[in-house]
């Protein structure tokens, strides 16, 4: 296979164009070219309004492979032409350790989703735990509470089917490095359920709340359909260990489920679950994260700003990062961009509130936002009880959620740029109009931020402001508080992905190994490798084995 980079063609080009363009470059018909397959597409807006897509494509000529490629290539030395070898993603041969009962999963984000299903179709009758609701219930419960603001602590923004990924953007970039082939096979397993197969190429693909719904809901009726279970409103209040071996967990308080493996992938927010595992042993940390605040801009500032033009067409609407070191030491970062998106209500405790930001598939609304974001680590946390400090990361952000909480009565606590840099409440809007999803009200958010993440915000504000030209205007909007940004623990585990505990696979986000959708559901399908490589699928048994 030939593979091509760099290979610029205009806007509102299409597919023989991009054929002709690799013909050229090649010095043969395009009549000989067997397969074109797109592996990267970007936007290339240096030169703006002169705007390009910048392709790199996987080119098979016929009658051309082996020696014939490489001197092929050799002959067209300097034009970013190479051979290259895509075996493809694949899951390692089972092992023959017996399994008396099937592995539990627990949790239905991203990592717990991804690893299920590999489980599943390999064989082990994977048993998915879910506290929360399936995404048709968590769905409505979720317009119920942005609408009047009555929480479900166990199915909400953060806890349900398809895990806290559902009502976001579904933003699928990444910058975990990934020689494994991972990557690649999460998006295609997305693309089999129902996602753009433009996913498969796109510099910054996203899929969108909506669509991800639907996503999640047909991989959990192949699981089922394989012969694992999903179980909803199935909350893990215990792990029985015993001599540092896990033997079985218990259900909403009531229920034994046996089992030799456990894959906690509980998400950054199951706060509670942290302290069983804490009381049971299994070796904790307090790690580094973010918090900061959400800020909405008018859409259109953000596309004249990285596009040179207010309506974008096919580009769609445009995204931004901005990345800034303050003074005092510290990274301010934008995180979690949703162009055409909301600012929602994120919140799973009573009493607490925290902010996230989604978008529709569409990415049709009048507003960009994005989290602006201070790096706080172990040193900026008070200080913790003895044999409590892997969750000191836990209570700073429960104190941060509580004085937003209060700040708001309950409701998204808002402020305008310019009256956060005055430290006093606003008093209206200006031009950019709010977008929320649940209900919002004044106050003055610097009484609910330690100081030094105030003034990082406002000298990243500054910076940013110099970036993007209007960045920095008086009538952007704050809202807060941002703090799930990622887990504040992390769960150690060996080189098998297994924790001291054995028996115990922690996975994705909520133990501290990964930082959004597809980073998470890479580290399920991880650990769906480990469990596969060592243990034998129920299967393979003969049927009279009295396997389950």
Known sequence: MIRINQIKLPLGHDRQDLLAKVSGILGIPAGEIDSLDIIKQSVDARKKPDIFYSYVVDVRVRGITGKKEEKLVRKLRGRDVSVQDSPGYRLPEPGTQELARPPVVIGTGPAGLFCGLLLARKGYRPILLERGEDVDARTRRVAEFWE??????????????????????????????DPSGRNKEVLRILV??????????????????????????????EIVGLGGQVRFLSRVTDFIVEQGRLMAVMVNGNERIDTEVAVPAIGHSARDTFEVLLERGIPMEAKAFAVGLRVQHPQVLINRSQYGMEECGELGPASYKVTKQTTGGRGVYSFCMCPGGYVVNASSEPGRLAVNGMSYHDRAGENANSALIVTVTPEDFPAAEAGREALAGVEFQRKLEEDAFCLGAGRIPVQLYGDFKENRISSGFGEVKPAFKGQYCFANLREMLPEPISRALLEGMEGFGR?????????????????????PVRIPRDSGLESEVKGIFPCGEGAGYAGGITSAAMDGIRTSEEIIRRYRPFTSRDSSDGAP
């Not at 806890?159 to 910058?175: I, P, V």
């Not at 359920?193 to 639907?214: C, E, M, Q, W």
């Not at 970036?467 to 887990?487: C, H, L, N, V, Y």
């Open 192 to 221: 089999e359920f129902g996602a753009d197969p433009s996913i498969l190429y796109v510099n910054k693909p996203h899929i969108g709340t909506d669509v991800l719904s639907r996503i999640v809901k047909a991989m959990r009726e």
């Open 148 to 177: 009047n603001g009555s929480l479900c602590p166990d199915s909400n923004v953060q806890f349900g089917e398809g895990g806290a990924g559902t009502f976001s953007d579904g933003k699928l970039n990444t910058l975990v490095k």
């Open 467 to 487: 970036m993007i030209k209007g960045f920095d205007r008086p009538d952007a909007i704050f809202a807060g508080i941002e703090s799930r940004t990622s887990s």
